[in-house]
Each structure stands twice: as structure tokens, then as C-alpha cells.
């Protein structure tokens, strides 16, 4: 089904541009994209409540409920630096001159499942899926399959993702989210690490108390690492709080304030 | 030539051209001509007849509600399945109610100009009530109700089932603010708070905002569900607006991502609306 259906949108679109457009060649090269040259304005800062103390929330089911609305505590560089090959060093050393210059994000294009922003996360749970909601960045979202699925057929169905295919599964009270089927553009952090399509993603994520998420993250990748490299985040419970409307492009185009 | 520049917009300008296509006629459209009636059902990934999903029961939440959870083929949840409206003048051929003088004169000069101001095509969120011709993804927990969307923006609507109202002095956005509540086995989700940027459809039917938006989202079986769209903007029509959607179950698929703006090819569109006089 996921063939045929990926076959269908393919040849539906390539029927379509072909129909009604005439495409040239040369106009399936990516346009000349319009970003903020001093990438995306700050978002006006609302400051989170204190997180709530208290024991950790379980779902009818008995697991870990990571429902909420979450806020990530320190920076949103990553603090380890990672051991790369000579290409990814070289690339890595460029953007880190450009000073933010190229920045995927100032294009109002995904983040990724690496990169996270300042502004919150939202997780919705249920049994067989957790859908993480974006305030910012794209305003879009990630979903962890919990229902045993394997990634293959969805992987056949669309290999190159911003995001990726995620995976849970539980281990005790942590789950644990395998990722893969990157493409390899966007940047880990602000500072712009790179990563190939061979990125395989690992995050473990708990919920020690009430009011905390930590997330422990193992970032592999054969073809832009010489060994995987692994960081940690913090997130708060923001009680209250919901998720705001953030829309870059409108903010890039001038019909909406930032 | 360089027309192709806007029009190869990727989908999202595919997808207007298409949303032209299927809209009803109200004015003249663009490249409607010959165009089978089978088309003005659907648009995006294919397009015909409503066809029926299959039976069998549908899944229950833990509260006992219906569970709407699974992937919702996109191309018939379209306005032009049944579109009616009521009000002096209403036409009962498009369904479009009259509108004011000044929704008029804006839905005719979006016509003139071939509808290419349409945000959608520049990776702007498209709506609602409008949506994308492509796969939806509602997500049910008993609080909560989120629709996913593949297309258009890749973003998400969240329905609050949780009793609460709507918050006092809306920020006016693009999505609104939805609050929704259970009336037997029917979801009726209210919203309100939007901003006045996007289109009520691919003929460039303006709207307010004080758009007044209820879906009332029904399961009757596994592979079928129907929505019941009731607009009210006593700022843009004089009446009232109603559209049955129907759409079915995608079983075995997943809506894929879907990154409008890696593709945005309308820039320069947008820098001849933002007054620096270049225009593709």
C-alpha cells in the first residue's frame, strides 16, 4: 500500500507538473529560497511557571505519562562536541565562520528531531502513539510510534525526511525512541553541526519527577562520525501553559508580527 | 516564461490550481474548461465520486467516545461535495452566501487576478475551514483531539475536549482557538478567534475575524467519517454557510512529510506584494 500509494503521489504530481506547467528541467532544482539574513527574529519570551513538584504521572496502562507541556531548561546548543571525519569537520568549521549565515532554520525549514527551540513542546500521549507538538520552528510535529511497527515500509514510502521515522519502546519507566530515514539537512544546533543521512537517532526519555523531562540522546552516524556521540537536556513542565501559534513564513512575509 | 516560476510552486501552487478545479463556481475560474463534472468532488490525489470506506465497528476510547485516531484520506473532504447556505440571495447553485459589499468587490479582484495571491501557495497556512487536498491525521485522547495535517503547512489544529471555554482576548490566528464537546456520538468543535488572512476556499472567498467556525465530526463506521462545516461571519455574508465533508480511512499508510517552503518558489511574488516592484 505504501508503495503504491508513494507511486500514485509521485506520478500523480509528475502528470500534474508536466500537464498543466510544462516544468523545465532546470525548475526541479530547489529555487533560490528567501530567508531572515540574520535568522528567525526572537520570539517575544514568556517565562515559564516554576515546574510543579510532585510524583511522576502514569498512564492507565502503568506507563511513564510524559503528557504536558514542556519547556527545555539551559541552551539549545549542544554541549558535547562531536568527533567527526575530515568532510564533516570542514563543513562544520565553515558554518561555524559563517556565524549562523545558511542557517536552514532563518528559511523557515524544519529543525529536525535533533534541534530543538527555546519555545515549548508539547507531548500528547496515548497508547499506541506520542504526537510532539512545536510551538516554533515550523510549528509542526513529531510522532513516536508505540505500536510495534517496524520502520521498513515507511521508510520505502519516504526515505528522506527532516524529521525521520520514530520508533518507542518501553524500557521499564523509560521509553526509548529510535529514529532514522533522515535527509541530511538540517543543522543539530544552532551552531551547525552537521549529519548525513546515515543518522541514526537514539533518545531515552524519563520522567523523574512531576515537573521534569530528561532526555538522554545518542546521536550515531556512520558516514559524518568517527564515533557516536551522546548529551543530555532537561526540560520543565510549564503548568498552564499551552502552545502559542507560530507561523515563521507569515513572519518572513510580513503578514504577522513576530 | 517565467510564469512557470509561480506555478511550479510545488504543490502548493499545485494544489490551488486543483483547489481551482474543484471549487464551486461562483466566477470564472481558470482552467475549468472541459473539465469532467466528476471533478468538482474532490481534488489533490485523485479525484471522483465519494467512494465508501469500509464498516465494521468503531473504535472506542477509554471514555467510552468514539475514537476518530487514524489517517483520513484528504481528497474528499472538500466543499464542493455539498455546499448550501441560507440568507437573502443565496445562491442555490455554488452555495455561497451573498457577501458583503466589500467581500464582493475582494473575492472579484482575487478572480481577475487568477487567484495567485493565494497564501496557500506560499506556504501560509490555507485555513481552516478551507484544508489541504491532502491526508489528515486526527489523533483522539479523551482530553484532546489533534488533526495532523500532511499538507499545506504541516501543522496541526488541537481540539480541547476538556470542558474548558474559550480564553478571553484571542490573539487572532491563523488556526483559531477550538474548543470542543461530545453531543451523543458526534464531536462538535467551536472555533472562533481567527485572523483574516486566509481564504474560505480556493475561489478566494474572504472572511473575517469574526468568523464563527463549528465541525461537527461523526463516525458512523470504521472507515467513514462525516463533517459538518457551519460558518457564520456576519462581517464577510449576510448568511449562513454549511458544507457537508465526507472522507474515509487510509488503513496502512501514514501522512509522509510534507515541507511546503522547501520548495516556496513565489518569493519573488511576494516581494512585488511587499512594494519593491519586481514581479516573477
Redesign the interface.
Known amino acids: 500500500?505504501?508503495t503504491k500509494?508513494h507511486e500514485?503521489?509521485k506520478a500523480?504530481?509528475a502528470i500534474?507538473?508536466l500537464a498543466?506547467?510544462?516544468?523545465?528541467a532546470t525548475?526541479q532544482q530547489?529555487?533560490?529560497?528567501?530567508g531572515f539574513p540574520n535568522g528567525v527574529p526572537p520570539v517575544k519570551a514568556r517565562k515559564p511557571p516554576a515546574p510543579p513538584t510532585g510524583a511522576t504521572p502514569k498512564t492507565?496502562e502503568g506507563k511513564t505519562d510524559f503528557s504536558g507541556v514542556w519547556v527545555l531548561q539551559g541552551s539549545t546548543t549542544i554541549s558535547a562536541e562531536p568527533s567527526y571525519q575530515p568532510w564533516a569537520q570542514k563543513l562544520y568549521e565553515q558554518r561555524k565562520a559563517a556565524k549562523g549565515k545558511g542557517d536552514p532554520e532563518s528559511?523557515?525549514?524544519?529543525d529536525g528531531a535533533v534541534r530543538v527551540t527555546a519555545l515549548p513542546y508539547k507531548f500528547?500521549?496515548?497508547p499506541k502513539?506520542i504526537?510532539v507538538?512545536s510551538e516554533g520552528n515550523?510549528?509542526?510535529?513529531r510522532?513516536f510510534f508505540l505500536d510495534g511497527r517496524k520502520p521498513d515500509?515507511?521508510l520505502d514510502?519516504?526515505p528522506n525526511?527532516?524529521?525521520g521515522v520514530s520508533i518507542g519502546h518501553w524500557d521499564g519507566d523509560a521509553l526509548v525512541v529510535d529514529t532514522v530515514g533522515f535527509n541530511d539537512k538540517t543543522w543539530l544546533d544552532p551552531s551547525g553541526k552537521p549529519h548525513s543521512d546515515a543518522m541514526k537517532l537514539t533518545e531515552r526519555y524519563t520522567r523523574p519527577d512531576l515537573g521534569h523531562l530528561n532526555v538522554d540522546i545518542t546521536v550515531d552516524d556512520e558516514k559524518a562520525l568517527t564515533k557516536p556521540f551522546t548529551f543530555k537536556r532537561v526540560f520543565a513542565l510549564a503548568p498552564g501553559w499551552?502552545?502559542?501559534?507560530y507561523?515563521c513564513?507569515?513572519i518572513l512575509?510580513?503578514?504577522?508580527a513576530p | 516564461m517565467k510564469k512557470w516560476l509561480i506555478s511550479a510552486a510545488a504543490t502548493g501552487a499545485l494544489s490551488l490550481t486543483l483547489a481551482a478545479l474543484a471549487a464551486p463556481q461562483s466566477t470564472p475560474a481558470p482552467q475549468n474548461a472541459g473539465a469532467p463534472p466528476a471533478a468538482a468532488g474532490g481534488r489533490g490525489r485523485g479525484r471522483g465520486a465519494p467512494r465508501r470506506g469500509p464498516g465494521g465497528p468503531v473504535p472506542l476510547l477509554s471514555d467510552g467516545h468514539p475514537d476518530f485516531s487514524g489517517i483520513w484520506n484528504g481528497q474528499q473532504t472538500v466543499q464542493g461535495n455539498d455546499v448550501t447556505s441560507t440568507g437573502p440571495g443565496a445562491s442555490p447553485t455554488t452555495g455561497v452566501p451573498p457577501m458583503l459589499p466589500w467581500a464582493v468587490k475582494v473575492q472579484a479582484d482575487r478572480a481577475k487576478n487568477q487567484f495567485a495571491d493565494d497564501f496557500e501557495a506560499r506556504c501560509l497556512p490555507g485555513g481552516p475551514p478551507r484544508v489541504p487536498p491532502y491526508h489528515i491525521e486526527l489523533f483522539s485522547t479523551p482530553k484532546l483531539v489533534l488533526m495532523l495535517f500532511e499538507g499545506n503547512t504541516h501543522m496541526y489544529r488541537q481540539f480541547f475536549v476538556d470542558g474548558s471555554d474559550h480564553p478571553k482576548n484571542l490573539k487572532p490566528t491563523f488556526y483559531g482557538d477550538s474548543r470542543a464537546h461530545w453531543e451523543g456520538d458526534q464531536l462538535v468543535v467551536d472555533t472562533i478567534g481567527f485572523n483574516d488572512i486566509s481564504w474560505i476556499d480556493g475561489q478566494g472567498h474572504p472572511h473575517s475575524k469574526q468568523m464563527h467556525l463549528v465541525e461537527k465530526f461523526r463516525r458512523p463506521d470504521f472507515g467513514n467519517l462525516q463533517i459538518e462545516v457551519d460558518i457564520d461571519d456576519p462581517g464577510t455574508y449576510q448568511g449562513h454557510w454549511h458544507m457537508n465533508r465526507v472522507t474515509t480511512i487510509e488503513q496502512g499508510m501514514e501522512i509522509t512529510e510534507y515541507v511546503c517552503n522547501e520548495n516556496n518558489q513565489d518569493p519573488g511574488h511576494l516581494d512585488h506584494a511587499n512594494n519593491d516592484g519586481k514581479h516573477p
Open positions: 500500500m505504501n500509494r500514485l503521489t500523480s504530481l500534474a507538473a498543466l506547467l510544462a516544468l523545465p525548475a530547489p529555487a533560490k529560497l528567501r492507565p528559511f523557515c525549514l524544519p500528547v500521549q496515548g502513539m504526537v507538538l515550523t510549528h509542526s510535529f510522532r515500509p515507511q514510502l519516504d525526511m527532516y524529521t499551552d502552545l502559542q501559534e507561523v513564513q507569515a512575509d510580513g503578514v504577522e
